[in-house]
């Protein structure tokens, strides 16, 4: 008597690969979720080791840095201050090390983007920059000799990706958090 042969698979077979499969996407669905939160705090920390930089490259070298935020090119650059003239502006010559935080790079993540970045100092101004004197303070630093000296009352820098929101904040004593 000749055998013969299924050209099919048995119930026990396809169980066994829905039961890995299952098994499978409980490990790989919920580990895709964590990367946002990854980036986002990766950028987050980038952004906030700039600020620090800049405050104390100010303090280290007795000149003004200051921190500029460009939506348009999603990054954050630390540059010196050319106050030789009566309106400073950001110097043409950059620090001795420079640091840019390009946002839509790695370390700080290919997904964040610079969602708003505002300080606001004591004359109720708000701009996309923000300054630390010879002393590490936070100030307005750019502008005409009375704008410069504007301590900060307040900042934020905000970045996101979908959902994701991470806000780093500098006091007006130059304390620099994030959340």
């Given amino acids: 008597m000749a ?3 299924s050209a099919g698979y048995t119930l026990i077979e ?19 979720a964590p990367l946002a939160e990854f980036n986002a705090d990766a950028a ?17 070298t007795g000149q003004s840095r200051v921190v500029e935020c460009e939506r348009a090119l999603n990054r954050i650059a ?3 201050i050319d106050s030789s003239k ?6 043409t010559v950059p620090v001795a090390h420079p640091y840019v935080v390009a946002l839509n790079a790695v370390p700080a993540g290919n997904t ?20 630390f004197d ?3 303070n936070p100030v307005r630093g750019l502008g005409s000799a009375a704008a410069r000296t504007q301590a900060l ?18 006091d007006g004593t130059g304390r620099i958090t994030i959340s």
């Fill in 78 to 80: 630390v540059n010196a």
């Fill in 86 to 91: 009566p309106d400073a502006a950001v110097s």
């Fill in 153 to 170: 009352r307040s900042g934020v820098v905000v970045l996101g990706a979908g959902n994701t929101r991470r806000s780093i904040a500098v």
């Fill in 3 to 5: 055998r013969r042969t």
């Fill in 112 to 131: 964040m983007a610079l969602i708003s970045c505002t300080f606001t100092f004591a004359d109720n101004t708000s701009v996309a920059t923000i300054a």
């Fill in 134 to 136: 010879s002393a590490g």
């Fill in 14 to 32: 396809l169980l066994m690969v829905v039961a890995i499969l299952s098994i499978a996407a409980v490990v790989v669905i919920p580990s895709s």
């Fill in 44 to 60: 987050a920390t980038e952004v906030a080791l700039a600020l620090r930089f800049a405050r104390d490259e100010a303090k280290r």
